[in-house]
């Protein structure tokens, strides 16, 4: 069973700090890896999909890193500004017969102080 | 635009009654996927549907019920059966294979009163 794992749960920083959030999965036969962000009350906005034949994706100041091999992606977003604060979530995606199977983190809250 | 559209944004269900949550998508996907999101929990999918009139349960189905007669259209009633139903409920989409990933919707909060 995949289990995706997202660390720390919390994160604090000063603005303009650079931020490092990660996700971990047991299973590395994955499709493609998703990372998204959500605001309190809000769904989910997709920030980068990753394939599973690439190792990186950039957006603007997000940058999403993944290995298979070991089972991890990273997400590094430069220079943080206070509204990059939200919750960013990790998703694996598994092809399987029956249908896709897009497993979740449990999510990093991030603040970005003034 | 095109997007997920969930309504309403607010719903609130009096004990032993069945509610109907919307999802429509004008992305032309193929697959539609209802989550349940609970405080301190991960998303848990609750049914999934890869085609028209076609539909799966997911891992927490029990006291849901879906249907699926138009490609756009995937509703989630939630039955008195559900005894836990208050929590955020969310919608999604991808083309088929999840190639170009998944969209999702602003989400349905229910409350039970």
């Known amino acids: 069973k995949q289990e995706v794992t997202q660390i720390p749960a919390a994160l604090s920083v000063p603005e303009g700090e650079n931020l490092v959030l990660n996700c971990s999965f047991t299973?590395?036969?994955?499709?493609?890896l998703q990372w998204f962000r959500q605001d309190p009350g809000k769904g989910l906005t997709s920030l980068l999909l990753i394939q599973s034949s690439q190792r990186e994706q950039t957006s603007g100041r997000l940058n999403a890193s993944l290995d298979k091999s070991s089972g991890r992606s990273t997400l590094y977003i430069a220079a943080s500004q206070p509204g990059d604060s939200a919750t960013y979530l990790c998703?694996?995606?598994?092809?399987?017969?029956?249908?896709?199977?897009?497993?979740f983190g449990g999510g990093t809250r991030v603040l970005v102080k003034p | 635009d095109g997007g997920i559209t969930q309504s309403p944004k607010y719903l609130f269900r009096k004990e032993g009654q069945n509610v109907t949550l919307s999802c429509e998508q004008n992305l032309n996907h193929d697959a539609m996927y209802w989550y349940r999101q609970d405080p301190g929990q991960g998303l848990r999918l609750i049914y999934y549907s890869q085609i028209v009139n076609d539909f799966q349960k997911g891992d927490i189905a029990e006291g849901y019920s879906v249907s699926r007669e138009k490609k756009e259209s995937f509703p989630l009633t939630v039955t008195s059966a559900q005894k836990n139903p208050t929590a955020f409920y969310l919608c999604?989409?991808?083309?088929?294979?999840?190639?170009?990933?998944?969209?999702f919707g602003s989400g349905t909060r229910l409350t039970v009163v």
């Open positions: 998703a694996v995606i598994k092809i399987k017969a029956a249908g896709n199977k897009l497993t």
């Open positions: 999604a989409s991808s083309p088929g294979q999840g190639a170009s990933g998944y969209t």
């Open positions: 299973d590395s036969a994955i499709y493609n």
